[in-house]
């Protein structure tokens, strides 16, 4: 009999044949054997280590939801007989099916779903798993074409079963899965509601047909799906593609095409501030600025290894005389033109150079998400070049930059993960073990806690990724660092050493922000519009009553811009009633309103974005509380 050792070194001998489950607690809806997730049904054939896996953790919600988007599937098709499905994974808090149908569906059709769904909940049917042969899941699924192609795509050795297909069953209906799911659907519970219907192409290509994506989501209770529901209301408040149009800050003009976007002047006095600030503190962090075109030839991206690994996210070539021509997808191999311009001394090491530089990547349409999926942004890329014995150091700085930074937007707390090599790569096994290692000891130099993620590294080396939570609590990936020796090899960079000799260096690649778009958008939601007092176009928001205090109305303005303020005076002519309301409706950090009694005192009614009014308020002592408050970048407004 298996000997499982279980949680508090307890040991227990399984009878042959018997299930994990048999000797997990009641609440456990999957286990973790020997640290991978494996269905309460499932029968180890030696001995191991069984944990069991509750709502209360991640692992626990991902399986939830993973069963409610199949009871979801299930119920489409039962309503829906012609229906044909394709896939339907758990992702971040909720879960998504894609379907194809004879007829449209409404949002008044969720209702309808839930209901049935509901019902198969109650019907507590097992989902049973069953592996088949590559011909019976064909026959099984003879009349979904996408289930049929997902099986003749599947690579003989998929799944760990070589020619056999994993497949789920409950009741009459079946999916393709490779698991694990909860014990039946009476497990799902009744805490999972649907909440849009959207389109999305056929595994992402625009060339596939169009289907109809339902996206649900599941909790462990009422409680926690309300509260989820709750911060869905507030993510839609903030919504950046909303307020970016509210706010005039940018827009995606047909002409331009998908997944392009054009700043607006609002928005371009928030770019200004921002690219400021990355550029100032970088110069001051011993960092060399940098510009690069945007395109060049093919041989440049055939000896960095974007045409042979990274072609499908490429633009098609530009033909010319002088050979095919391509847009950047990104900067990296520019950075080592620059560093190999002439011969370099360990004493010119570590090299920093850095670059808001522009790249283009094809990415499919079903992919694109207003600036948070874009094909055209400026990234903060940064690349140095140092000698293997700097490496660690030099990875350090770029954490603590890193913190730096993102703390100055308010975030804190970092997720932080550490990504292996891909599937696909540039980097033999020992490359990537040596950068690994760098990358491994330099956070465990710094103390920041992190956690492995197995297979998510870029196709030139490992990485490291930072996670940050906005202020209603979404993890946001916003800064990756990674160490590339194949690079530096397949561009035969080299330093003279201190012995006289030839070397090779090591790169980092980069980027604490990302492209300036995405972090605009993740900061347009994170404030809700609301920009801190260095950010936002307008600083101050002046209010005349009527058109006899425009004069001191714009005197002032006069004075505040000679201070360094950004300054709009509202002359529409309207009431001030609706003029206090558009400051409001802009994210004005501070409104002053101009009547007689502030043009007979000369000094100031201030309102904030709080609504909190102050009267009285000195000019002088006006302006340099906002040059302090903006100077500092700080996060709260000035108390008056």
Known sequence: MPRIELPGDRHVELPEGEPIGSILPPEAVAARFDGELVDLSFVPSGDGKAEPVELSESDGLHVLRHSAARVMAQAVCDLF?????????????????DFDLPEALTPEDLPRIEARMAEIVAANQPFVREELSRAEALERFADQPYKREIIESLDETEGALGERVSVYRNGAWSDLCLGPHVPSTGRVGEAFKLLKVAGAYWRGDERRPMLQRIYGTAWASRADLESYLTRLEEAERRDHRRLGQQLDLFSSPEELGPGLWVWHPRGGVFRKQLEDYVRE???????????TPHIARSVLWETSGHLAKYADNMYPPMRSESGDYYVKPMNCPFHVLVYKSRTR????????LAELGTIYRHERIGTLHGLLRIRGGTQDDSHIVCTPEQLVDEIRSVFDLTLEILGTFGFADPVINLSTLPGQSIVDEEMAARATQALRSALDASGLAYTDAEGE???YGPKVDFHFRDAIGRLWQLTTVQVDFALPERFQMEYVGEDNRRHRPVMIHRAILGTLERFSAVLIEHYGGAFPLWLAPEQVWLAPVADRHLEHARGLAER????????YV??????????????????????????DREVE???????DRSGAETKGVPVERFIEALVAEASSRSLEQTRW
Do not use: W
């Open 81 to 97: 007989p012609l229906a044909r499905y394709a896939i339907g994974p758990p992702v971040e808090d909720g879960f998504y099916y």
């Open 281 to 291: 503190l970088h110069l001051a962090r011993g960092y060399d600025l940098v510009v």
């Open 345 to 352: 001394s360990y004493r010119d090491l570590p090299m920093r």
């Open 457 to 459: 590294g870029a196709f």
């Open 560 to 567: 505040f811009r000679a201070a360094g303020l950004r300054v």
């Open 570 to 595: 509202d002359d529409s002519g309207e009431t001030v009633g609706k003029k206090v309301r558009a400051a409001q409706l802009m994210r004005a950090p501070y409104t002053l309103v101009i009547g």
């Open 601 to 607: 005192s000369g000094a100031l009614t201030v309102r």
